[in-house]
């Protein structure tokens, strides 16, 4: 079984490219990539790809909906915790590596309560993570994406001044939803929704949003233990497959929009909450 890592170790991947560490077994990297890659047929990998790149397109076309539709279709083949770590690590890096493409797009100053109550309700929902079992999870995380959708599906796009109260209770939501399922996601894309009409700087605000709030999730992980030798070698598999799909969806946001695809991505998220709820219950 592959041991814990660094945290700082861990970080090193996005950043280099290359993680050093060895487990606590005295594996290499290297031997350890050959033995998962090794227990992964190519079935599980095309679909782990497939997975990653429609999510990441869904991400970069709307702004939201990475983890929504990822953190499902990990929790199928991967324990909760490895699930949400790999979210969040490809999340926070493709965040890190697409920062000029929306930050500026929208002020700073407004987030910041959000912010600072999004980092207690991660702590929060990382303690729930950890009692969860593999099908409560699932049937946790696939309540709240068919709720998401349906909240989603009511709120229509509009400019309007939202006061601190009301930002820190989104941030406090995002936070616990951040943290237990790395889907930060509904509080802050209802809010969004709600205050901003222009696609441009929603999508600006929800990116700025969940860049802190994977920094945020990949801290608490580590301080609970959740992320061990496998997962920097995960995400490496993943990140291909999460890079092709920014691509595409940022060339696809600049010609089309999100009028029509804003509707296509609820009707999938609604489809991935509904299988992965049906699931846990059988």
């Known amino acids: 079984m592959a041991g814990k890592v660094p945290f700082g170790c ?76 790999l979210s969040s690590s490809l999340t926070l890096t493709i965040s890190l590596l697409t920062l000029k493409t929306y930050w500026g797009g929208y002020p700073l100053k407004p987030v910041l309560p959000m912010l600072a109550m999004a980092l207690l ?26 709720a998401a959708c349906l909240a989603l599906s009511r709120y229509r796009p509009r400019r309007r001044q939202a006061g601190v109260a009301v930002n820190g209770i989104t941030g406090l939501a995002s936070g616990v939803l951040n943290g237990a399922f790395a889907i930060p996601g509904p509080p802050v894309i209802i809010y969004a929704m709600a205050t901003e009409s222009d696609p441009a700087r929603s999508r600006s605000l929800l990116m700025t949003f969940f860049l802190f709030s994977a920094f945020l999730a990949l801290l608490s992980y580590g301080a609970a233990g959740f992320i061990t030798a496998k997962s920097p070698l995960m995400f490496v598999l993943a990140f291909p497959a999460m890079y092709a799909g920014d691509k595409l969806g940022y060339y696809l946001f600049r010609r089309f929009g999100t009028g029509l695809y804003r509707r296509v991505a609820l009707l999938v998220l609604l489809a991935i909450g509904l299988a992965i709820t049906v699931k846990s219950l059988v």
């Open 10 to 85: 861990w970080l090193s991947v996005p950043v280099s490219g290359y993680c050093g560490c060895y487990d606590g077994l005295g594996n290499s990297p290297i031997s350890m990539l050959a033995e998962i890659l090794a227990d992964i047929s190519p079935v599980y990998l095309a679909l782990l790809w497939l997975g990653v790149l429609a999510a990441a397109l869904l991400r970069a076309f709307t702004g939201f909906g990475f983890g929504l539709a990822a953190v499902p279709l990990f929790s199928l083949v991967m324990a909760p915790t490895q699930a949400v770590v």
């Open 121 to 146: 309700g991660t702590v929060l929902g990382v303690l729930l993570l950890g009692s969860l079992s593999v099908p409560q999870f699932q049937l946790l995380i696939g309540i709240s994406v068919i």
